[in-house]
């Protein structure tokens, strides 16, 4: 479990980076791709609303933008001490990069307290690229 301590505690650490001015609602995230690699991640909000990206697509979007496409488990912390649950956009990017549906996902409380879930339960029967190739 040494590596997904490591990658809660950057998440948790990435949190202070979240450019939250209208929520004021703070979250961090981290990937662990196939190399071993971390990648963090936060929330980054704008004026318009909708041009705001979550921290959990900033930390894939990183990890992919320097060609690691395959994320082996990814860890999210909210701003409130209770759990925060990826949203549905995050979901469906995890689905496009996870190394397997039973990607481990770490919603983190605090350092000592987590829920680990998987892809496959919080996005069950999902779309992705496998349906595309019955086409
Ligand atoms: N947010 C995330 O960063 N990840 C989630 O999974 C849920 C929502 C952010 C987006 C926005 O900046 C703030 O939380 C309130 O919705």
Redesign the pocket.
């Known amino acids: 479990m040494l590596d997904y301590n490591v990658l809660i505690e950057k998440a948790i650490n990435a949190r202070e980076m979240a450019y ?1 001015p209208y ?1 004021n ?1 703070k ?1 961090g995230a981290a990937v662990l791709t196939d190399d071993g690699s971390i990648y963090t991640g936060c ?1 980054i ?1 704008n004026a318009s609303y909708g041009a ?1 990206n ?3 697509r900033t930390a894939i979007f990183k990890a992919v933008s320097e060609g690691y496409t395959t994320i082996k488990a990814i860890a ?1 912390i ?1 701003d409130v001490n209770s759990y ?4 549905g956009i ?1 979901r469906q990017v995890m689905v496009e990069f996870a190394e397997s549906s039973d990607m481990p996902i770490f919603i983190v409380k605090n350092k000592n307290e987590y829920i680990k879930t998987t892809l496959e339960e919080i996005l069950p029967g999902s779309f992705g690229k496998k349906d595309l190739e019955k086409a």
């Open positions: 939250a929520s609602f979250v929330n909000e705001t979550c921290a959990e999210v909210g925060t649950y990826p949203c995050c």
